[in-house]
């Protein structure tokens, strides 16, 4: 997350037979005898909701990915008057009815009892991908003013295949906000080789990938130390070396590969 802690999002858990044993769930094995079933877990819970919030947002409001927002696009008329507006929406209505053709889903807010400058703020706080905005001047030069949430940013496109453009903005805005959050992770993964250097690393937040020797009593000095525990054994290789062989950095006992650390809510 964006303060260097690390956020347990999806879990598995081997149960055992705990569970089955409490609430009586059997099954007949090959002998044709009763056993209690083995069970797992596999958790994905509203804690995701809390990750797409804290990975991503910041005190202006949600950052939503175009994948998961429920309005991707919202399209907000700046008008005078009712007639003014009749103009405005019957320019914009064939652009909202191919954007939705196009799958992609769209509000048109022409509230009078709001002010643009309102609507603006409202839906970026929101975090909607991506904000339209027509008046009189866009209107006579057939163009429209398009926003993006994730970079804040502003510019003026012709009206005329405004749909496909907008497709294509709302996939690269789903592959920068990805790949923003995939450097900032990668930027904030340290390696240290001593028990003093991590000790000094994990206040300072993010990731420390180390070497362990395997035991849980080692794990749970360190985690009585210095608050961190093990995060994950690394499938990916982070930084070279991290897979190799090495010694623990508080028993120097060996070490079969580096495993992530880090401080956790």
Not at 43 to 48: D, E, F, K, N
Not at 68 to 91: R, Y
Request: hydrophobic share 40%.
């Amino acid at each position: 997350m964006q303060d260097g802690k690390a956020l347990q999002s999806g879990t598995s858990h081997f149960l055992g037979q705990n569970f089955a044993k409490a609430f009586g769930a059997q099954f007949q094995n090959r002998n044709g005898e009763l056993e209690y079933v083995w069970a797992t877990s596999w958790g994905v819970s509203t804690r995701l909701l809390g990750a797409l919030i804290m990975a991503r947002s910041a005190d202006n409001g949600l950052v939503l990915p175009p994948n998961l927002a429920p309005i991707q696009v919202v399209i907000v008329p700046i008008f005078k008057g009712e007639d003014q507006l009749k103009q405005i929406s019957d320019k914009l209505a064939p652009v909202i009815a191919e954007l939705k053709k196009l799958g992609i889903s769209v509000k048109y807010d022409d509230a009078d009892t709001k002010k643009p400058g309102w609507k603006f703020a409202e839906y970026e706080l929101k975090g909607v991908p991506v904000r339209l905005a027509m008046g009189a001047r866009d209107m006579e030069n057939g163009t429209i003013e398009v926003a993006r949430r994730d970079t804040l940013t502003k510019e003026t496109k012709n009206l005329d295949g405004i749909a496909s453009y907008i497709k294509d903005l709302l996939e690269e805005i789903q592959k920068n906000i990805f790949q923003k959050a995939l450097d900032y992770r990668k930027q904030n993964i340290k390696t240290v080789d001593t028990y003093e250097e991590f000790k000094q690393e994990i206040e300072k937040g993010g990731f420390i990938l180390a070497h362990w020797d395997g035991t849980a009593e080692t794990e749970a000095k360190i985690k009585e130390e210095t608050k961190a525990t093990i995060r994950c054994v690394p499938f990916d290789s982070y930084v070279a070396g991290d897979k190799e062989p090495g010694k623990c950095m508080v028993t120097g006992k060996p070490s079969k590969c580096r495993v992530l650390f880090a401080r956790a809510y």
